[in-house]
């Protein structure tokens, strides 16, 4: 029988029901209907400025200040017609979450009465404190001026809750002094440096008309389902987003029965709330399941433009956790919310191309012949390589290092894998000789009532954080509650920058009268030869290959935030963003320090709350329980029995232990040392060991103590009541 407190919960969980299901409407009936869609631009702005904004979006034109007015009043309009009273500035600061500042259409008139009214001017450009988010350092709290900017190429839309209806406008957001205070201004300069290295190197190849370059992202955002009512009894999982305790259940997910199982109902009534809400803002989710972990799921939209799919992620998760308050849930989106079982990751499939040259990573039936296929993946081969440990700092948070290297995550080494097929093509190049391409075959299941379908050439890796999966890379190492703006940003500038080195080596032989085929092929040689060693294939958990990895290949094993980010510092990371002009040499310092301030307080929040729960709950309670325990074992003697006092004995030994590692965590907690990276150090080094040797007494003293008296819904609970 658990505690009174926890029986509540049982009996408030078992009373719900699922919501009741509304008739799904007609996909074409609520596609992007609360989006300012181009379609919409159409009907309501004079055809000369609809022809302006449209080429801006598709061709990446310069924005015509001209046209703001005309379109702000055909957004003010379509949106009050919605039922919306205020529109926001949306945009993304360096935390991962979502900002914006509200403000109303209405205008007061002299003569006591109220107007709407919505300028090009307030479209164009907001004002928020630049001061009050994190800058690292770029802006003191005495100056206070940052502003927003109206980013065009990604559509307006209708936000809709309880309280009202709001025009959101994604925008940008930069400091007085100009440096960019957000995600989104990065990713937009990163996609402008792959569109003109690759235009160069298109053109090279031969290719007269070329579309404008943009790189894609379909990103599967995973996360965990618990019920509400177990959520107010756990000070953890609402203030850190993870179990700080909690004993492993005797049924985890050994039995592989989860994964691609059947749906809860109540889970399914939520899922399609969610899918319904994207739907009208012109978010493609297309797949949803069960993930491996018991009340672990996923949802999966199709591949957008980069841009757009940042800001339709972030859309995916505010919309998850709004949602699941209305259906009794909460929605954890950190990286490991219960230890012991598969934590939460968010894999970024990205590849790049246009209109013109279609998908630039799509190798066709036969890559051996693919030339222009072969450099592209060339350029991502020779830029992970050279940029590795940069990969791995923008995926560093001190949540996603609980996941990274276990059995759910791929390891802390970035390696690639690019299937049997490819590494065989690009071993050819490497030997001298470039002859075929294997390829898939049929697969037939020996009835004959089953179809015969194609073979894939190549098999999957999921060991491997940075994988060819056919037609993109799969960058499977980022975690649940990330922006995906970083890890984009990183790809899109590490691709710019191949790209850019090949189109010189391919300009200087062709100056010297070589052949674009054979200048194409020694170039493709040099990466295999020099970068070759990122290539592996095999288990990325085995104790072997890391070892292989750093001693024979020179890879690195970052395993932790305070060992990746200060890659933020080194030169050449410096150097390569200020050389394609998408981070300053400034701004790139500004995150290093916002991310390492973010690695400690998330741990030193943890520790506190370790602390507060040991010393308030666990140790009471289980102090309690031992009075009670020690009044049974007397009165069993004063009766003759002879009860063993060995489980007493040890309860009591573990509940000494808790408040003597409790003290340790509150000294360590009050020693850190200044300056970001010695702090950072202090904190993967001392705080999480001591952190860990207080869970190993509290979770010991979890399987000893009467249910009854457990302060805690136990993992058992959270997990498997549904």
Partial sequence: MPSPERFAALQTIQRRKPAAVQPAPALSEIWASDVFTLDKMKEALPRSVFKSIQKTIREGGKLDPSVA????MAMKEWATSRGALYYAHVFYPLTNLTAEKHDGFIVPKGDGRAITEFTGKLLVQGEPDGSSFPNGGLRSTFEARGYTAWDVTSPAWLMRTPNGVTLCIPTVFVSWTGEALDKKTPLLRSNAAVNAQAQRLLKLLGNQEVAPINSSCGAEQEYFLVDNAF????PDLQLAGRSLFGAPPAKGQQFDDHYFGAIPERVQVFMQDVEDQLYRLGVPAKTRHNEVAPGQFEIAPVYEAANVATDHQQLIMTVLKSTAKRHGF??????KPFAGVNGSGKHVNWSIGNSTQGNLLDPGNTPHENMQFLLFCGGVIRGVHQYGPLLRAVIATASNDHRLGANEAPPAIISMYLGSQLEDVFNQIKAGELKSSASGGVMRLGVDSLPEFPKDAGDRNRTSPFAFTGNRFEFRAVGSGQSVAGPLVALNTILADSLGWMADQLE???????????????????????HGNVIFGGDGYSSEWHHKAVHERGLENLRTSADALPVLQRPEVRDLFARHSVLSPVELESRFEVYAEQYCLAI??????ALRMARTQVYPAVTTYLGELAGSLQE???IGLSPSRDVAQQIAALNRQVLDRATALETALGSAPHGASAHMRHCADQLMPLMGELRAA????????????????????MLFVR
């Fill in 508 to 530: 200087g032989r062709l100056a010297a009268g070589e052949s674009v085929e054979s200048a194409a092929f020694a170039v493709l040689q040099k990466i295999t030869q020099d």
């Fill in 231 to 234: 959520m107010s009894l756990r």
């Fill in 69 to 72: 007015d005309s379109v702000a």
């Fill in 698 to 717: 509290v979770d010991g003293l979890e399987v000893l103590v009467d249910d009854t008296a457990w302060p805690f819904p136990t993992y058992q609970e």
């Fill in 636 to 638: 069993q003697e004063s």
């Fill in 330 to 335: 909460t929605c954890l989106l950190h990286e």
């Fill in 604 to 609: 030193e929040v943890e520790a506190k709350l």
